[in-house]
């Protein structure tokens, strides 16, 4: 099991030119590298995207490129273990931070891969889907997934960032990945619908039971309402449980695409609270407060609005810098992927 194998180099110079010649390669002198002993091999770096910086940048990215030349005005976060030229937080996951300026639209459009928006900074912003007009205040979490038709506007002042997260690293390797647009929607129910019709847990509309189920019935989940359920579960919480909610569809309690999760994480003033180790790999965001990260021995400060990246079986320990107020993280990682193909592992 633990014999040194063959290397490239053993083998002679005519064979190696044959196989090329044939579109082959050896796979025993790169099999430890495919597949590693007790843990995978990773690229992805723990890194910190830092707010204060990036926000200038995305503002000159307004003053330089007009929303019609951009279709989408978007920085993206690119993990430098996995190169910048591949768009790339993680293996799996996309991030990028998207600006839309007053009185601007981004086009309808669809496309394969799944996305959501997570609001970062203003009011004023909205984005329709399936004909639903859902305002986008910080903090609240918008659902695209794909196949559905999606645009975004802005009727109020000041700068709307949000932080858009998608699955494109693995739709792009399966070469599956594509937009298609249209004309812009019209608004054809009413403003906000689905989070009115799903507004508390526990209870649905009661047609729910009686029909079939919708993949994407709640298309919005308003911060103010996660955030109250976060103190409320904080204040029956044991001194050592992790404060932690999922985000979920709420006619099947499944997650809410089929390879993203989101979720949201409350450190209590002063609490270091070490996360469970996991085979996925996840993009924290820091809704509100301040603290510390370690990932694997890795350590990071974060503010409000940065963004780190965590990669596939990391350690992780969190903590919150303030005494007297709750630090609040928002999570996106690829467990639902990883849960379907079989491979999702948590360990001690």
Same mark, same amino acid.
Not at 36 to 57: F, H, M, S
Not at 71 to 94: F, H, M, Q
């Given at each position: 099991?633990?014999?040194?194998?063959?290397?490239?180099?053993?083998?002679?110079?005519?064979?190696?030119?044959?196989?090329?010649?044939?579109?082959?390669?050896?796979?025993?002198?790169?099999?430890?590298?495919?597949?590693?002993?007790?843990?995978?091999?990773?690229?992805?770096?723990?890194?910190?995207?830092?707010?204060?910086?990036?926000?200038?940048?995305?503002?000159?990215?307004?003053?330089?490129?007009?929303?019609?030349?951009?279709?989408?005005?978007?920085?993206?976060?690119?993990?430098?273990?996995?190169?910048?030229?591949?768009?790339?937080?993680?293996?799996?996951?996309?991030?990028?931070?998207?600006?839309?300026?007053?009185?601007?639209?981004?086009?309808?459009?669809?496309?394969?891969?799944?996305?959501?928006?997570?609001?970062?900074?203003?009011?004023?912003?909205?984005?329709?889907?399936?004909?639903?007009?859902?305002?986008?205040?910080?903090?609240?979490?918008?659902?695209?997934?794909?196949?559905?038709?999606?645009?975004?506007?802005?009727?109020?002042?000041?700068?709307?960032?949000?932080?858009?997260?998608?699955?494109?690293?693995? %739709?792009?390797?399966?070469? +599956? !990945?594509?937009? $298609?647009? &249209?004309?812009?929607?019209? *608004?054809? @129910?009413?403003?906000?619908?689905?989070?009115?019709?799903?507004?508390?847990?526990?209870?649905?509309?009661?047609?729910?039971?009686?029909?079939?189920?919708?993949?994407?019935?709640?298309?919005?989940?308003?911060?103010?309402?996660?955030?109250?359920?976060?103190?409320?579960?904080?204040?029956?919480?044991?001194?050592?449980?992790?404060?932690?909610?999922?985000?979920?569809?709420?006619?099947?309690?499944?997650?809410?695409?089929?390879?993203?999760?989101?979720?949201?994480?409350?450190?209590?003033?002063?609490?270091?609270?070490?996360?469970?180790?996991?085979?996925?790999?996840?993009?924290?965001?820091?809704?509100?407060?301040?603290?510390?990260?370690?990932?694997?021995?890795?350590?990071?400060?974060?503010?409000?609005?940065?963004?780190?990246?965590?990669?596939?079986?990391?350690? %992780?320990?969190?903590?919150? +810098? !303030?005494?007297? $107020?709750? &630090?609040?993280?928002?999570? *996106?990682? @690829?467990?639902?992927?990883?849960?379907?193909?079989?491979?999702?592992?948590?360990?001690?």
């Amino acid at each position: 099991m633990n014999a040194r194998l063959g290397r490239i180099e053993d083998l002679p110079r005519d064979y190696i030119d044959d196989l090329v010649r044939l579109n082959l390669t050896p796979l025993w002198p790169s099999l430890r590298n495919a597949l590693p002993y007790g843990k995978p091999n990773r690229a992805t770096r723990p890194i910190l995207w830092r707010y204060a910086e990036i926000r200038p940048q995305l503002l000159r990215a307004g003053e330089l490129t007009p929303i019609e030349k951009a279709e989408r005005r978007v920085l993206a976060l690119c993990n430098p273990g996995l190169g910048l030229d591949t768009l790339r937080a993680t293996p799996s996951i996309y991030i990028g931070l998207q600006l839309i300026l007053p009185g601007e639209t981004a086009p309808n459009h669809k496309h394969t891969p799944s996305a959501v928006r997570f609001v970062v900074e203003g009011s004023g912003g909205h984005t329709v889907v399936r004909g639903e007009k859902l305002p986008m205040e910080k903090g609240d979490l918008i659902l695209t997934p794909p196949g559905l038709w999606h645009q975004h506007g802005h009727e109020g002042t000041g700068p709307v960032i949000w932080l858009d997260a998608l699955d494109l690293p693995l %739709i792009y390797g399966l070469e +599956a !990945s594509y937009a $298609t647009e &249209a004309k812009v929607q019209d *608004v054809t @129910d009413h403003a906000n619908a689905s989070t009115r019709r799903f507004h508390q847990g526990g209870i649905v509309p009661y047609r729910s039971l009686t029909r079939q189920r919708n993949d994407y019935p709640l298309l919005r989940f308003p911060w103010r309402d996660v955030r109250a359920t976060l103190l409320e579960l904080a204040s029956v919480s044991a001194a050592d449980e992790l404060v932690h909610v999922a985000y979920v569809n709420p006619e099947t309690g499944e997650e809410c695409l089929k390879t993203l999760g989101f979720s949201a994480i409350l450190l209590r003033p002063g609490e270091e609270a070490v996360l469970e180790r996991r085979s996925a790999s996840a993009v924290l965001h820091v809704v509100e407060g301040r603290g510390n990260a370690l990932i694997d021995a890795n350590s990071h400060s974060f503010e409000e609005s940065d963004t780190l990246a965590v990669p596939t079986h990391a350690t %992780i320990s969190l903590s919150n +810098a !303030s005494s007297k $107020t709750p &630090a609040m993280l928002f999570m *996106v990682d @690829d467990a639902p992927l990883q849960r379907k193909i079989g491979i999702y592992e948590v360990f001690a």
